[in-house]
């Protein structure tokens, strides 16, 4: 497995992760949505330059033009609800791929534990593909770990997977670290927090990025 962390390098896109944590910004639910979809955007060009290419011949209106393009068969998968604007964000570059959407929601106990529980997928076959995962938020990393292997149980492993969370803990960059060793995987993240409360909330992060979105829930 590997790791790249673009915030590491300085660019526009610690702009818009500074947005998405500044408490006054945030309040404007449409600028949150649209910070999402713009780094999503920036991790899909990232992402495209790991692609497999290969030369095309391109008719144009006066001749021929040979150009370079990705072969990849690609799969965006997202965790709802947070992931939805960085999902649309990585769309708006792979406009061709196809798409996977997986419920997983924290069930907490009454002393205040919790399981990841999933109860929705819809996806294509993964076997072969290179799948793209998103989730915005990557607190401990078993949601993203049960997600994954759901998906590889059920629908078939990819052949290559990125994983792309621009807000990360470095507990859950540890975890995913040991328990995917070895695999063909690449985690993609824009900021790594060190600190996780004892109720796995990522600090200073950023909130709760499906109600900054899309509203508060019951």
Known sequence: MKLINLGETDSILNKFVSEMRDINIQKDSMRFRR????IGEIFAYEISRKLTFSKKQVETPLGIAECSTPDDNIVIGTILRAGLPLH????????NAQNAFVAAYRKYDKEGNFEIRT???STPRLSGKTL?????????????QIVYEKL???????????FVCPISSQYAVEYIKKHFRGESITLWVAAIDEELTSHSYIVPGLGDAGDLAYGSKL
Do not use: Q, V, W
């Not at 910070?35 to 713009?38: D, I, Q, S, V, Y």
């Not at 590889?152 to 990125?162: A, I, L, N, R, S």
């Open 35 to 38: 910070n999402l979809e713009r």
């Open 88 to 95: 649309n964000g990585i769309l708006n570059y792979f406009d």
């Open 119 to 121: 109860e929705y997928a």
């Open 132 to 144: 793209i995962l998103a989730d915005t938020m990557l607190a401990t990393g078993s949601s993203l």
């Open 152 to 162: 590889c149980h059920d629908f078939g492993k990819p052949e290559y997977t990125h």
